[in-house]
């Protein structure tokens, strides 16, 4: 992996009002989602990346945050997929041919369509999956052109007009240009290759990083999902689509996707990445227990930072507000407190002496510190943040990050 830098502005225990538990389109009234800590982050390796998501972090934009279960209304679970020892559901087959046979013959129902010839086997996910684009159809015409693109995270016009329809359809919101650019599509993620031990499919990204996965249909951008392709994993970031092709349900047939992408990378060589990401997974929220029908699925805990799987947990999910998975006895019932609280944070002398700062650039050339010897050290809030950060990031992480005050 790259031996670049990761530099980011540590921060603090924050809140923010809830968009999951209020009233559809409204967010809660007061502020009870809390964060444990958040990076702005200037640049991130793609393997420190991963390592902040198996920690509980996850990006918007360049705005990294680590949210504090124990003390959240709707704790924000990390949710992970081994794409590995997916198997599609009957459902999610259904809902692949049907969108598949729209594009290949125009018809929606089936009706007066010959049947598809029986074959010796099933056909594996990604067969099924690229089954209707351009680029994989067979010599027999489409009825529609249907393309999937993978490129890295840009700003277009034809991108915007797609969000900033999705924003106003979907979740009745205004946006803006800049909002889009910050929201999906600025990255802190350093490109760097695939390792592939033999040069990879066309349609396979080459490097990893931030990118944008284009649907268009008779040459029209009808839907997008901005995707990171991590060392370990693909991980969803947003998903966006077009109302009126809201019948196929793309946002389920864009998890299936990106189960196939992380199959045929993992086909392709790259043998660690073999997970999906589906960002946070609420348990509370009802347009969110979707993500739960892509199995076997499992979630992170904040305390012991291991894998368990979600099968397990669903009826103690179902009666605590807050699920401890590694202890289930310390999990929380109950509406959530006011505030986090100002919990130890102290860390040892030989964690303070890693975390490094930046104390200045100089021709090109960056010289950093303990963080116990800067100044910003005296002042109470700079303290407090970099405490915080260097925490949730870890004592092993905390050594590949180098913050900027």
Not at 37 to 64: E, H, P
Not at 178 to 192: A, N, W, Y
Not at 272 to 298: N, R, T, W
Not at 321 to 339: E, H
């Amino acid at each position: 992996m790259s031996k670049g830098l990761s530099i980011g502005t540590p921060s603090g225990l924050s809140a923010s009002s809830c968009g999951y538990c209020g009233s559809p389109g409204q967010r809660s009234a007061g502020a009870t989602s809390h964060h444990t800590a958040g990076l702005l982050a200037n640049k991130l390796t793609c393997d420190v990346y991963q390592k902040m998501i198996d920690r509980g972090w996850r990006r918007s934009g360049t705005w990294c945050y680590r949210p504090h279960l124990e003390t959240s209304c709707c704790p924000n679970y990390t949710i992970r997929l081994d794409a590995s020892k997916f198997r599609t559901s009957k459902s999610q087959r259904k809902l692949i041919n049907r969108f598949n046979r729209f594009i290949l013959t125009g018809s929606k129902t089936g009706e007066g369509q010959k049947p598809m010839k029986a074959r010796a086997s099933e056909p594996t996910l990604a067969e099924t999956i690229h089954l209707p684009e351009a680029s994989f159809v067979s010599p027999n015409t489409p009825k529609h052109n249907f393309q999937v693109t993978l490129e890295p995270s840009s700003y277009t016009a034809e991108k915007y007009a797609l969000f900033e329809k999705y924003q106003t359809t979907i979740h009745s919101d205004s946006t803006t240009p800049s909002g889009f650019k910050r929201f999906l599509v600025d990255t802190p993620l350093i490109r760097e290759a695939i390792p592939y031990p033999t040069p990879p499919l066309e349609h396979l990204p080459k490097e990893y990083g931030s990118y944008h996965q284009l649907y268009r249909i008779d040459g029209v951008l009808v839907a997008m999902a901005v995707l990171d392709i991590l060392p370990s994993c693909v991980s969803s970031v947003y998903f966006m689509y077009d109302k009126e092709w809201e019948e196929f349900s793309f946002g389920k047939i864009s998890a299936l996707r990106e189960c196939s992408l992380a199959q045929e990378l993992n086909n392709a060589g790259i043998s660690e990445l073999h997970y999906v990401y589906l960002g946070f997974y609420i348990h509370s929220c009802q347009k969110m227990k979707y993500k739960a029908d892509y199995g076997p699925s499992f979630l992170l805990d904040h305390q012991d930072y291991e894998w368990y799987p979600l099968e397990q947990f669903r009826s103690l999910l179902d009666s605590h507000r807050y699920v401890d998975f590694s202890d289930p006895t310390k999990s929380l019932q109950g509406a959530s407190p006011i505030s986090p609280g100002q919990p130890d944070v102290s860390l040892d002398e030989d964690w303070l002496n890693k975390i490094m700062v930046i104390s200045e650039i100089k021709d090109n050339t960056i010289y950093i510190i303990p963080a116990p010897l800067c100044k910003e050290w005296k002042e109470e809030y700079q303290r407090s943040s970099i405490l915080w950060c260097a925490w949730a990031l870890g004592r092993e992480l905390t050594k590949d990050m180098i913050f900027n005050l």
